[in-house]
């Protein structure tokens, strides 16, 4: 079975920084079933990024995502106030299973 | 705009049984597949299970298969889950979220709480 590891597990950072965030895949996976979700406390994830690198509605042009084959990153240009949050990635597999990532926190230093 | 209002949650003992509703708004609820995911602290975001628009198609995953019985009432616009021989490590907060066509959740529930002790 796939495991999606995320790394950092924490990452601390100071507004205006840029952050990336990594998610690997224990085998190859397709670019189209890679998604990224913001979650912050108290709060149900938010879409991100999905298919790699493809923003959803209404998120700004800070965020981006990419990647391929087992690795895949999400990158926040210019980190704002309300970007931190903990970050996961989300895998479609070829078995008609779906399996996220640990996450990552983005903390503020 | 999009809403989907999870209820039913509780506080239940090991073995017990537990019902799950979502109800949803703002869009055409046909048209799409939807899941229940959960997630505890120690082990993040986990996919439970998934329906298909009509309600053929059904996936579940290995740590709920047989336990669990993911249903939808289209006149209702409306998801389920039926959660029996709950265990300990089912205790986590359960999202309704709806599947978009390429394997991703556009739309998510705010989560209950579901509880399993004694």
Redesign the interface.
């Known amino acids: 079975e796939i495991v999606l590891t995320q790394s950092p597990g924490t990452l601390s950072l100071s507004p205006g920084d840029r952050a990336t965030l990594s998610c690997r895949a224990s085998q190859s996976v397709s670019n189209?079933?890679l998604?990224w979700?913001q979650q912050k406390p108290g709060?149900?994830?938010?879409?991100l990024i999905?298919?790699t690198s493809s923003r959803?509605t209404d998120i700004p042009d800070r965020f981006s995502g990419s990647g391929s084959g087992t690795d895949f990153t999400l990158t926040i240009s210019r980190l704002e106030p309300e970007d931190f949050a903990v970050y996961?990635c989300?895998l479609?597999t070829t078995s008609?299973?779906?399996?996220?990532?640990?996450?990552t926190k983005l903390e503020i230093k | 705009q999009v809403q989907l209002v999870e209820s039913g949650g509780g506080l239940v003992k090991p073995g017990g049984s537990l019902r799950l509703s979502c109800t949803t708004s703002g869009f055409t609820f046909t048209d799409y597949y939807m899941?229940w995911?959960r997630q505890t602290p120690g082990?993040?975001?986990?996919?439970v299970s998934?329906i298909s628009s009509g309600g053929s198609t059904i996936?579940y995953?290995d740590s709920v298969k047989g336990r669990f019985t993911i249903s939808r009432d289209n006149a209702k616009n409306s998801l389920y889950v039926q959660m029996n021989s709950l265990r300990a490590d089912d205790t986590a907060i359960y999202?309704c979220a709806r599947r978009?066509s390429?394997?991703?959740?556009?739309s998510?529930?705010?989560?209950i709480l579901v509880t399993v002790s004694s």
């Open positions: 189209n079933y998604a979700y709060q149900a994830p938010r879409l999905y298919a959803a996961s989300q479609y008609s299973r779906y399996i996220f990532g640990r996450g | 899941s995911i082990k993040g975001l986990e996919w998934s996936y995953a999202y978009a390429s394997h991703y959740f556009d998510w529930g705010q989560g």
